[in-house]
């Protein structure tokens, strides 16, 4: 019988195959088979994480004028443009903050020319441009749409990791999102 016809006998008699089938098995199975128990896999308890990260809180910012969107994505791109995602909006974290209080004014554009509070202000730019300019944007989109950073909250304040400035020991550190320190105002 060649192969050919014994494929096509156990075609023809499928009783006969599954039996085959079966000593086969059994066979295989005395000859040092493993037997194998399915178990679901317990995950690891997850760790708190309270440190910063984006969520949305579905308030929809709505600019009445162009200039505020400007205002705010030219921020981004000088104080935060080589920043991670995570770090611009963080930087419009805290302009929104100081918006709210109305201590540096009530807009976007007046917190951001408040006197001596951007250092990027205080003297001439170069018009932004390049991929961080298109990111800045992106960001600031987010941001009117709704994405915040948890634990920045209440923060108001923040300065490049490499300096130092006089006002930061009176005030609670909340976060470090890149080269950024942030800070809530009181203790």
């Given at each position: 019988?060649t192969v050919k016809s014994a494929?096509a006998s156990m075609i023809v008699?499928?009783?006969?195959?599954?039996?085959?089938?079966?000593?086969?098995?059994?066979?295989?199975?005395?000859?040092?088979?493993?037997?194998?128990?399915?178990?679901?896999?317990?995950?690891?308890?997850?760790?708190?994480?309270?440190?910063?990260?984006?969520?949305?809180?579905?308030?929809?910012?709505?600019?009445?004028?162009?200039?505020?969107?400007?205002?705010?994505?030219?921020?981004?791109?000088?104080?935060?443009?080589?920043?991670?995602?995570?770090?611009?909006?963080?930087?419009?974290?805290?302009?929104?903050?100081?918006?709210?209080?109305?201590?540096?004014?009530?807009?976007?554009?007046?917190?951001?020319?408040?006197?001596?509070?951007?250092?990027?202000?205080?003297?001439?730019?170069?018009?932004?441009?390049?991929?961080?300019?298109?990111?800045?944007?992106?960001?600031?989109?987010?941001?009117?749409?709704?994405?915040?950073?948890?634990?920045?909250?209440?923060?108001?304040?923040?300065?490049?990791?490499?300096?130092?400035?006089?006002?930061?020991?009176?005030?609670?550190?909340?976060?470090?999102?890149?080269?950024?320190?942030?800070?809530?105002?009181?203790?």
């Amino acid at each position: 019988m060649t192969v050919k016809s014994a494929f096509a006998s156990m075609i023809v008699d499928p009783l006969i195959f599954i039996i085959i089938l079966v000593i086969l098995g059994f066979a295989f199975h005395k000859r040092g088979s493993v037997e194998v128990s399915l178990e679901p896999i317990q995950s690891p308890p997850k760790e708190e994480y309270y440190g910063p990260r984006l969520y949305n809180n579905h308030t929809k910012i709505v600019l009445n004028d162009k200039t505020e969107f400007q205002c705010l994505a030219e921020n981004v791109f000088y104080e935060a443009g080589n920043q991670s995602y995570l770090g611009k909006l963080s930087v419009l974290q805290i302009v929104l903050n100081r918006a709210e209080s109305g201590k540096w004014g009530h807009s976007f554009c007046k917190v951001i020319h408040a006197d001596s509070q951007f250092s990027w202000t205080l003297k001439a730019q170069k018009k932004p441009s390049g991929p961080a300019w298109f990111a800045s944007k992106d960001a600031v989109n987010a941001f009117l749409n709704g994405v915040r950073v948890k634990t920045l909250e209440k923060s108001d304040h923040y300065h490049a990791s490499y300096s130092d400035p006089y006002w930061n020991d009176k005030m609670k550190k909340t976060a470090k999102i890149g080269e950024h320190v942030f800070y809530k105002s009181g203790r």
